[in-house]
């Protein structure tokens, strides 16, 4: 089956072809560096580690970029409040975004573009809508002229905000042609950083960094753009408006995806709600794996409830495929291989129609069911089947799993011994010991097994 995604620009699922062959210029937005990320942020970035690992492994060449927004109203309002520089505080809270990129396993960016970097870029992208006559001059700055884009809306189907929109960053001015026109370069203020150049001495607006960045990547037109929901509109909106009249080139993106939302007590997840968990919080109460399967065990397109009953399940369902990786033996029947390839196919044909991890993991799980119930234990095929799996999801402790086995199998021979010693203390301390790691054991007629919980 040929890959399918959802296209936000058209509301349907297309087939996914490229503008070059076997390659793939794949942009997702990234944080604005002024806080630690919290948990909402993980669920995005990590089903989008999946998308380009997917696409990876589907033979294209994949160059995957995020923008690190590193000037902003939001880090100049910050680091006046701390009484710090906005330069050493993006600094600081990029490398704590990428050090907790790392954490989760999130390893499939291969360029980290800072807006301070493209100024140049930026400064050159306004002078072209200045130019095209999609902008004008107040006070404060230059402004962009939605009346000059008549395509504005196309990607969100409304041209006007309502209340679950990013409002952060709506640029208020009386001077405004229009309410929704939006700063592209703002003009210098006192205790703000600023560059000088063509424009006189400013600073970008928001929305202006990612096109120019993109513009400098990849050219006027890409082939993939991502995101989480809530910035479908303005955001995205005002960068299809920035970049197709700059160049004057259509689409700019060929395919648009958007992540559903992490919610909390049916609210959005945000800083601005006071209701986030930082990622670090987060890894501090459970492992990055667990997180990821919370994420990757629901539809990219879904929003997610964050409770500590969805991890709790994540971890029981992480469990239930890292105890099945026990009983895989050294040999395969016909039987047994055939099962795991049939199980294979199912579990890439829905990861083919619009990234269906869910229905991805209902194919494996249901592959583990037929395999418990049958009499031929699963072999090598199993196992090739659980690493390609694996280093997708990267989801399962399997390798690690594999490599303790022996330790607990040694604990549970020296705890037999003392139990025909009957040095009953030295036995229980050892089944205490194994509980402590999570580790259960059950005497049956046929000897111990154990499992994890």
Avoid at 44 to 63: E, H, I, K, N, P
Wanted: net charge negative; aromatic share 10%.
């Amino acid at each position: 089956m040929a890959l399918t995604l959802y296209n936000t620009l058209t509301n349907v699922k297309e087939a996914f072809t490229t503008r070059n062959a076997g390659v793939v210029e794949m942009f997702v937005c990234g944080p604005t560096v002024y806080d630690l990320s919290h948990v909402g942020h993980a669920k995005t970035y990590t089903q989008f580690d999946l998308v380009a690992r997917y696409l990876r492994r589907s033979g294209y060449r994949v160059t995957y970029a995020q923008n690190i927004t590193d000037v902003d109203d939001k880090i100049i309002r910050r680091a006046q409040e701390i009484e710090t520089d906005p330069r050493e505080l993006a600094t600081k809270y990029e490398q704590q975004y990428r050090d907790d990129m790392t954490a989760l396993g999130n390893t499939s960016v291969d360029v980290y573009a800072r807006a301070h970097d493209h100024i140049g870029d930026i400064i050159e992208q306004v002078q072209q809508l200045i130019a095209r006559g999609h902008a004008y001059q107040l006070d404060d700055g230059w402004y962009f002229d939605l009346a000059s884009f008549g395509e504005y809306g196309k990607l969100s189907g409304r041209t006007d905000v309502q209340p679950e929109d990013s409002l952060s960053r709506i640029d208020e001015h009386a001077g405004k042609r229009n309410p929704g026109d939006f700063a592209l370069w703002k003009a210098r203020k006192p205790g703000e950083p600023y560059w000088d150049g063509a424009l006189g001495e400013g600073r970008p607006g928001w929305h202006i960094e990612d096109t120019a960045i993109t513009n400098a990547l990849f050219g006027p037109q890409y082939d993939l753009h991502g995101g989480a929901v809530d910035l479908i509109f303005p955001h995205h909106e005002a960068e299809i408006a920035q970049m197709e009249s700059a160049s004057g080139a259509a689409p700019l993106a060929r395919y648009w995806m958007h992540t559903g939302l992490l919610r909390v007590d049916g609210s959005k997840m945000s800083k601005s709600l006071g209701n986030f968990t930082t990622i670090r919080d987060a890894l501090v109460h459970t492992d990055y794996r667990t997180l990821r399967y919370v994420f990757l065990s629901q539809h990219y397109r879904s929003s997610t409830d964050y409770t500590a009953e969805t991890i709790a399940q994540a971890q029981a369902a992480r469990r239930r495929v890292e105890n099945f990786a026990r009983t895989i033996t050294t040999a395969d029947t016909t039987e047994s291989a055939g099962r795991a390839q049939d199980a294979r196919t199912a579990f890439f044909t829905r990861l083919d129609d619009d990234f269906d991890t869910p229905g991805a993991l209902a194919a494996l799980f249901e592959y583990i069911r037929e395999t418990n119930r049958s009499t031929t234990a699963p072999g090598p095929a199993a196992s090739r089947f659980l690493d390609e799996v694996n280093a997708l999801l990267d989801t399962f402790e399997i390798t690690a799993d594999q490599e303790t086995d022996s330790t607990i199998d040694a604990a549970l021979q020296r705890r037999e011994q003392h139990r025909r010693n009957k040095e009953y203390a030295a036995a229980d301390a050892i089944r205490d010991e194994l509980a402590a790691k999570g580790i259960t054991i059950e005497d049956t007629p046929e000897g111990t097994r154990w499992w994890r919980t």
